[in-house]
């Protein structure tokens, strides 16, 4: 009877160690290729798209240093207000100003990465963009970011506002939010138009 030479039928078979080690690599690469393939589909729903600022943001882009008023046309947030939005504006506070009352941005215009920056803030806060779509709007839905919208305060002026906004074209939009501002030219003879509840049922929001 013939017999092998030693060693030789072990190394005929795959050691355990070998397809324990080819399992692993077979298990890596299907995850990578599954991760490929998911980063790729199209963004659905819950997701927040991304921009591609990937600094912080400034007064360049919107941001609006503390006291700023109506008339800080330095200022890109307010100077890059619609011109007609603006021009009411400073009617309005300089009328609010003989009852004692300042009229200060918090918002205007904003540049889509601010606006960007903002909604995935707010999706983190609110736990889905769905929540989170009650609040902030997308870069590209935005009445900030087109220079439509300002965001003012403090309570005393959008007090005053809610009375007398209407005869300047100036009308709070949403519900939810009473500092949030859009130019209405019709409000001046006909008043406001009905507020939506909050902008998930605002139909520019879709």
Not at 68 to 97: E, I, N, S, Y
Not at 148 to 156: F, I, Q
Request: proline share 7%; glycine share 8%.
């Amino acid at each position: 009877m013939d017999h092998a030479a030693p060693g030789r039928l072990g190394a005929s078979r795959p050691s355990r160690l070998a397809i324990g080690v080819l399992a692993l690599l077979v298990t890596v690469a299907i995850a990578v290729v599954a991760h490929q393939s998911s980063s790729s589909s199209a963004t659905s729903y819950g997701e927040v798209p991304r921009g591609g600022h990937h600094g912080p943001v400034s007064a360049a882009d919107g941001v609006v240093p503390d006291g700023t008023t109506v008339f800080d046309d330095q200022v890109p947030a307010v100077a890059r207000l619609d011109p007609g939005l603006l021009a009411a504006l400073q009617r309005a506070a300089t009328d609010a100003a003989r009852d004692g009352v300042e009229l200060e941005v918090n918002s205007g215009w904003r540049s889509p990465e601010y606006q960007d920056q903002l909604l995935r803030e707010a999706v983190s806060k609110y736990g889905s963009a769905a929540e989170a779509a009650r609040w902030v709007a997308t870069p590209t839905t935005s009445a900030h970011v087109s220079g439509d919208a300002v965001d003012l305060g403090p309570t005393e002026a959008t007090a005053w506002l809610s009375r007398f906004g209407a005869a300047y074209g100036l009308c709070q939009v949403y519900d939810d939010e009473p500092w949030h501002y859009e130019l209405r030219p019709d409000a001046v003879d006909h008043g406001c138009p009905r507020r939506y509840a909050d902008p998930t049922h605002d139909p520019r929001m879709r």
